[in-house]
């Protein structure tokens, strides 16, 4: 039997309408979540990211503003940007979109950003918070896969949870988060020997390698749950996932589509974040 092909936009559509109307309640106690991205150069997949983030803000009621900067800005110019949005009280979440031109360094504009306003989990205090179990951001792309998870029933608990990759944006905070859901974790990564002995253990496999399609049906254990992260342009000019969906799909219990799960997910929880900035905000106002 195929797998069952995770239903993305549902999830996501009905997501996006519960957080629409926290949104419309705090706006109507007078403060309105504010999101401020920060795009620095001209690549083209940034500039899509940029404006789904924009409008998915817009469809959700929360104040966004795109900040577009020209390749050759100087890191000095990005830091002033970063400090002119810390102190804006119209804004409540700062993403910088990755990746940054190479005179400028990701991690000294990351350590920038207030750390109540890092949208995505990328600064080392809310990283190491998020190690440690306290409260703070979620990472966006993999407490969207854990939604994900959660949303179709999967019992995470006690699942054998293999993880390809480990940035530090999806791999990493991916398999904390599964540890914190009392997964036993394994994470693989480019130097991982015979990685297909170890995949068919998984019961939940996340793919997040920038390879398209390379988790065949040899990776994937009968029935397994199949989490493909994955963007890549193909040369047709179509996207791909991590996953050759076509191949895994008669040997998973379920599978990601790609494009329309995790991509429009991690969106999702950006937007959740902003409106979590906005009521610690809202609730210190309300202290003072
Ligand atoms: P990185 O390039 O930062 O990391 C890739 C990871 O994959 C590394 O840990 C690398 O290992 C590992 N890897 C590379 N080749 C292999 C291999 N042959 N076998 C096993 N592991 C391998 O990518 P990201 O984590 O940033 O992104 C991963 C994918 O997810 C990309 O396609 C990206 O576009 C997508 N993505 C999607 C998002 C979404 O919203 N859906 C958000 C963010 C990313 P090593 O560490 O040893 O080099």
Wanted: hydrophobic share 40%; aromatic share 2%; net charge neutral.
């Amino acid at each position: 039997m195929p797998a069952q092909v995770i239903n993305g936009k549902e999830i996501v559509s009905a997501y996006r309408a519960r957080i629409k109307e926290e949104v419309e309640n705090l706006t109507r106690q007078g403060v309105q979540p504010g999101l401020a991205v920060v795009l620095v150069g001209d690549d083209p997949a940034s500039q899509v990211y940029v404006r789904n983030k924009a409008k998915a803000c817009g469809e959700a009621g929360i104040y966004s503003e795109v900040h577009t900067l020209e390749a050759a800005t100087s890191e000095d110019e990005v830091l002033e940007l970063i400090d002119r949005l810390n102190n804006d009280p119209k804004i409540h979440g700062i993403l910088v979109q990755s990746p940054l031109p190479k005179h400028i360094s990701e991690e000294k504009i990351v350590e920038a950003i207030a750390v109540k306003k890092d949208a995505d989990c990328f600064h080392p205090v809310n990283v190491g918070n998020l190690m440690i179990g306290k409260d703070g951001p979620a990472p966006c792309t993999p407490a969207g896969v854990i939604d994900i998870l959660k949303k179709v029933g999967v019992n995470i608990a006690g699942k054998h949870a293999v993880v390809v990759g480990r940035s530090n944006i999806v791999g990493k905070p991916m398999a904390i988060l599964l540890l914190r859901e009392n997964a036993t974790v394994t994470v693989c990564h480019s130097r991982t020997a015979n990685m297909a002995e170890i995949t068919r253990q998984a019961d939940i496999l996340i793919a997040a390698v920038g390879k398209p399609k390379m988790i065949k049906r040899e990776h994937v254990k009968p029935g397994a749950v199949v989490v493909d992260v994955g963007i890549n342009r193909l040369d047709t000019g179509k996207l791909a996932g991590d996953v050759d969906f076509d191949d895994v799909l008669d040997v998973a219990g379920y599978i990601t589509p790609v494009p329309g799960c995790v991509g429009p997910m991690t969106i999702t929880v950006l937007l959740r974040n902003t409106l979590e900035a906005a009521k610690r905000t809202a609730a210190m106002q309300q202290s003072a």
